[in-house]
C-alpha cells in the first residue's frame, strides 16, 4: 500500500511538472497579453511530433531534441505574427474563435502529414532503465529526468521572472501594459517573445514526454483542458499559481483514480464503491476547481479578474 | 429607441421567412427524391434552438459559455435513460432533461458568473468537460461507445415521431415557439436589464440591480432551451453518446452563434445553417472538412469581426 502510495506520487509529480510547462506559457500569455489561446495545446502536440519526426531522422533521441527546440520557437513566432498579433486588441470571443480555428486547422493538419496511426519515440538510452526506490520497488528513471527538467525550468522561470530585466518588464506588461508602452518599451516585441518562450515550453514539454505516450493527433486537448483547471486554480497570471497549481490538479486527478475506490471502499460496498470511485474519478478535478472558486474566485494566486 | 424597434422588426422578419423556407423544405426534398436531407434538415433545425439558447447569453448578456454542448448532452442521455426504463414519452423526457440542465446550469452558473472574462470561458469549459467525463464514465450507457435507441420517443402515446418528417415538422414548431419565447424574454424588463449589464455593468448596479441573479436567471433558461435541443438531437441520430458534449461541439455552437451575429437571435438561427451547411459541403468535398473550417474561421475573425450579417452589410453598405 506504501509502495502504491509512493508510486503515484511520483506519477503525480510527473505529470505536475508536465502541466506546469505548458501551464507557464498559457498563464503568461492569457495574464500578459489579455488573450484566450485555445491553441496552446496544438503546440504540445506538435512538439511531440517534432521530435518524433527528428529523432528518426537523425536516429538520435538527443540530436532531435535539439532539432525540436528552433522548430518551436519557428512555430512560435509564426504563429504570433500571422495570428495572434492581429488578436490583442479583440474581444475574448473573436480570440476564442479564431484559436479554436488554429486548433482545427492543427490537428487535420498534423492528420495530413503524419497520418492517423499513433507515433512512437524511442527511449533515449542513457535513460532507459529502472531505479530502486524503496524494497521491491522501481522506477524509471526517465520519469525521473523529466520531473527533474521540469523543476529546473521552473527554477530557470523564477529567476527569469524575479531577477532579470526582461522578468521586470514581464510582471510591469502584466501589471499596466499602456504605462509599459509608454515608457517606451515596445510592447510588441515583449508579446512576441512571451508568446515563443510559451510555445516553446508547451512544445518542450511535448516533446519530452513523446516517448512514455503514444503520439497522436489528439493529445493536445485532454492536456488543454487540465491546463485551464491549472491556470484558474493557480490564478491567471501567475507562474507561482501556474506551479501549484499544476502539481496539485496532478496528484490529485492520479491519486484520486486509485485511492477514491479504496476509501470509498471502507465505507460501501465493493461493487457500489468501484462504479462510484470510477465516476468520481475524472470528476475530482472540476470539483477541487469547483471548491477554491467558491473560495477564492481568483484562484490562489490571482490579482486581476 | 425608434431605430431599435426596427431592428427587432427586422429581426422576426428575417425570422418568419427563415421559417418559411423551413416548412417548405420537405416537400422539396421529396421532389428531389432525397428524403435523407429530411434528417439533415431535423439536424439543422435542433443545433438552431441549440445556437438561439445560447445567443440568448452570448449575444445579450455577454456571456462566453464555452460549455454549452452539456446541456446538448443532458437532452441526449435523458432520452436514453428514460427509454431503458421504457418511459417514451417525449414531454416527460424534455420536462426531465430541463430539469437536469436547470440543476447543473444552477450550480455551476452560480460559481462561474463569480468570474468575468477568461475565467468564466475557461470554467464553463471546464465544467462542460466534467460533465463529458460524468456521461463518459455511465458503462450501464454505453460509456465512451455510447448507446443505440431502439425507437425514438413517443407522443401521447402514440409512435407520431417514428417517420422522418413529423419529426421535422416537430422539431421547426418547437423551434418557432422557442423563437417567440425568447424573443419575448429579450424584450421584456429582464431581457432590457440583462442587455443593460452587458452594456455598462457598473451603472446598473448604481442604479440597483444585482447583475448576478439577472445573468444567473439567463444561464438557467439558456441551459434549459439548450436541453430541449438535445432530446431532438437524440432522436434525430436515434443514437447517444458523450460525443454530444464533447468541447468541439461547444465552440461550435459559438462558431453558429457568432457567423448568424451575434445578439439578434434570428442570427443564430441562421448561423446555425450556414455552420452546418458549409459542414455537408466541406465534408463532400474533402476528407479534411475540419482544415478548411478552421482556415474560414481564422479568417473570418481577422476579417469580418461581425459574422456573415456584417459581411452582407459590408457589402451592401448599409450602416447600423
Redesign the interface.
Known amino acids: 500500500m506504501m509502495n502504491l502510495f509512493v508510486l503515484q506520487l511520483l506519477n503525480g509529480l510527473q505529470l505536475g511538472v508536465l502541466l506546469f510547462l505548458i501551464a507557464a506559457g498559457l498563464t503568461l500569455v492569457f495574464g500578459i497579453m489579455d488573450v484566450v489561446n485555445l491553441a496552446h495545446g496544438v503546440l504540445y502536440m506538435v512538439g511531440a511530433y517534432f521530435i518524433a519526426t527528428f529523432a528518426a531522422l537523425t536516429g538520435s533521441f538527443w540530436l532531435g531534441l535539439l532539432l525540436t527546440l528552433p522548430a518551436a520557437v519557428a512555430v512560435g513566432l509564426i504563429l504570433e505574427i500571422v495570428v495572434i498579433r492581429r488578436l490583442y486588441n479583440r474581444s475574448h470571443l473573436d480570440q476564442v474563435l479564431a484559436t479554436f480555428g488554429l486548433v482545427m486547422i492543427a490537428n487535420e493538419t498534423v492528420k495530413i502529414v503524419w497520418g492517423t496511426s499513433p507515433l512512437s519515440v524511442p527511449l533515449p538510452e542513457l535513460l532507459s532503465g529502472a531505479v530502486p526506490l524503496m524494497g521491491p520497488l522501481q522506477y524509471p528513471v526517465y520519469r525521473l529526468a523529466i520531473i527533474a527538467t521540469g523543476l529546473a525550468v521552473a527554477g530557470g522561470l523564477y529567476v527569469l521572472i524575479n531577477h532579470t530585466r526582461i522578468g521586470m518588464l514581464l510582471r510591469a506588461g502584466a501589471t499596466n501594459r499602456a504605462m509599459v508602452s509608454a515608457l517606451g518599451i515596445d510592447i510588441g516585441k515583449l508579446f512576441a517573445v512571451v508568446f515563443t518562450l510559451g510555445a516553446v515550453l508547451a512544445c518542450g514539454a511535448g516533446a519530452i514526454v513523446a516517448p512514455i505516450l503514444s503520439v497522436d493527433s489528439g493529445m493536445g486537448e485532454s492536456v488543454l483542458i487540465l491546463t485551464f483547471v491549472v491556470v484558474v486554480i493557480g490564478g491567471i497570471g501567475s507562474i507561482r499559481g501556474a506551479f501549484l497549481g499544476a502539481i496539485l490538479v496532478a496528484v490529485v486527478d492520479t491519486m484520486g483514480g486509485v485511492f477514491g475506490p479504496i476509501l470509498l471502499r471502507s465505507v460501501l460496498e465493493p461493487a457500489a464503491a468501484g462504479q462510484i470511485g470510477r465516476m468520481l474519478a475524472p470528476m475530482l478535478i472540476y470539483i477541487l476547481m469547483a471548491a477554491l472558486l467558491c473560495v477564492k474566485p481568483q484562484g490562489l494566486f490571482g490579482g486581476r479578474g | 429607441m425608434i431605430a431599435q424597434r426596427a431592428r427587432l422588426a427586422t429581426r422576426v422578419k428575417v425570422a418568419l421567412i427563415l421559417f418559411a423556407l423551413f416548412a417548405v423544405f420537405p416537400p422539396l426534398a421529396f421532389a428531389l427524391n432525397d428524403p435523407f436531407l429530411i434528417l439533415i434538415g431535423t439536424r439543422i433545425l435542433a443545433y438552431a434552438i441549440a445556437a438561439m439558447a445560447l445567443d440568448l447569453i ?1 449575444g445579450f448578456g455577454a456571456m ?1 459559455s ?1 460549455g454549452h454542448a452539456a446541456y446538448l448532452g443532458f437532452g441526449a442521455y435523458a432520452v436514453a435513460i428514460l427509454s431503458s426504463y421504457g418511459i417514451s414519452d417525449l414531454v416527460v423526457q424534455m420536462v426531465v432533461a430541463m430539469l437536469g440542465a436547470a440543476i447543473f446550469a444552477l450550480v ?1 452558473g452560480a ?1 462561474s458568473l ?6 468564466f ?3 464553463t ?3 462542460g ?2 460533465a463529458f ?2 456521461f ?4 450501464a450507457y454505453g460509456g465512451d461507445d455510447g448507446v443505440g435507441l431502439p425507437q425514438r420517443s413517443t407522443l401521447f402515446g402514440r409512435d407520431i415521431l417514428g417517420g422522418d418528417t413529423a419529426l421535422y415538422y416537430t422539431t421547426l414548431v418547437l423551434l418557432m415557439v422557442l423563437f417567440a419565447l425568447c424573443h419575448m424574454i429579450v424584450r421584456s424588463r429582464f431581457g432590457r436589464v440583462l442587455t443593460g449589464i452587458r452594456e455598462n455593468r457598473l451603472r446598473m448596479e448604481a442604479i440597483g440591480f444585482a447583475p448576478f441573479r439577472y445573468q444567473l436567471t439567463a444561464f438557467v433558461i439558456s441551459g434549459c432551451l439548450t436541453s430541449v435541443a438535445g432530446v431532438l438531437l437524440a432522436n434525430q441520430a436515434q443514437f447517444v453518446s458523450p460525443a454530444f458534449m464533447s ?1 468541439h461541439r461547444s ?1 461550435e455552437l ?2 453558429m452563434v ?1 457567423l448568424g451575429g ?1 445578439g439578434t437571435l434570428s442570427g443564430a438561427i441562421g448561423g446555425a445553417v450556414a455552420a452546418l451547411l458549409l459542414e455537408e459541403l466541406l465534408g463532400m468535398l474533402t476528407e ?1 472538412w ?2 478548411w ?6 479568417l ?3 476579417f469580418s ?1 461581425r459574422g456573415i450579417t456584417g459581411a452582407i452589410r459590408q457589402i451592401i453598405g448599409r450602416k447600423t
Open positions: 452570448l462566453v464555452f455551476t460559481i463569480r468570474t468575468q472574462g477568461v475565467y470561458i475557461m470554467i469549459l471546464a465544467f468537460q466534467m467525463f460524468f463518459t464514465s455511465l458503462s468541447w465552440g459559438i462558431v457568432v451575434i479534411h475540419r482544415l473550417f478552421g482556415v474560414f474561421l481564422v473570418m475573425v481577422l469581426p
